[in-house]
């Protein structure tokens, strides 16, 4: 098989990802010549991959994507965006918006959108501190840091584990901006010409389509990488995070990366892009 051919993709083990990428993966869908490396890693460590230019495909938060765009463009199909599903700020007791006391916040990571849209909200939250994302509830529950940081499944579960909501960062954007957030996105190494640029967004076009006409085809892969995540929080997961967007960006879609872009240069995050964010 070509070398050309060979290529490594990095996507979370989290629901949405193995609900969107089984079909890809596991030969439900004509890849023809294609084969795939599978990386299977959470998303920061992901975003630090793809910061080394490690990955030939790979999963990004958006906001790591803007260290990466030298080496990558965004891909129009995979994506996770959307409304009322953004990151939630959370502690032991309410505070009654005294987030200001806070003096340790967990954060999943330094690249994720997670702390781009805490640093917006809370520009003076300087301590922060990176945990694996899983890991974040029981920091906050021992005490370890005053509050944290959640994103993806934990969203559904910190009440019962006896947290409280400070603060929903999506809910955040969504009153600054008016635009779904975007969350993250899947991006490619810029050195491949366009035909395989289109080819492999083509194909995770055809994954997702294949995922929301064939639901239970992938429980199994979204399962086995689960761990003890039960089945109803699995498809919370998969129905929170995976939509229209994820087939497409749409003209929607591609407007809220560039508000958020903008955004991120207007507060001084980073320079104004010079290259294409987007595949055509």
Request: with cysteine; proline share 4%; aromatic share 10%.
């Amino acid at each position: 098989m070509s070398k050309a051919h060979k290529l490594t993709l990095g996507f979370s083990p989290c629901p949405n990802d193995c609900f969107i990428f089984d079909a890809l993966v596991h030969g439900k869908i004509d890849t023809g010549d294609l084969q795939l490396e599978v990386i299977l890693e959470d998303v920061e460590t992901l975003n630090k991959l793809a910061l080394k230019g490690q990955l030939d495909i790979t999963k990004l938060s958006y906001h790591a994507y803007a260290y990466c765009l030298k080496d990558y463009i965004l891909l129009r199909s995979g994506s996770a965006l959307g409304f009322n599903c953004g990151p939630l700020l959370v502690a032991k007791q309410p505070l009654e918006k005294n987030t200001f006391q806070l003096k340790t916040v967990a954060i999943p990571g330094k690249y994720t959108t997670a702390n781009f849209l805490l640093s917006l909200a809370f520009p003076q939250l300087s301590n922060k501190l990176e945990y694996v994302f899983s890991d974040i509830e029981s920091a906050v529950l021992n005490g370890e840091v005053d509050a944290g940081l959640i994103i993806h499944e934990n969203r559904f579960t910190y009440e019962e584990k006896g947290l409280y909501k400070l603060m929903d960062l999506g809910e955040y954007w969504d009153r600054l901006i008016n635009a779904p957030i975007p969350l993250g996105g899947i991006c490619m190494k810029r050195k491949y010409d366009n035909a395989m640029l289109q080819r492999i967004n083509h194909l995770i076009k055809a994954s997702v389509n294949f995922a929301f006409a064939n639901p239970e085809s992938s429980m199994a892969y979204v399962k086995q990488h689960a761990q003890e995540m039960s089945e109803k929080v699995m498809k919370q997961h998969i129905q929170l995070y995976v939509n229209t967007f994820s087939v497409d960006l749409g003209e929607v879609g591609t407007k809220a990366v560039n508000l958020l872009f903008n955004k991120a240069v207007e507060v001084g995050l980073i320079k104004q892009p010079e290259l294409a964010l987007i595949i055509d």
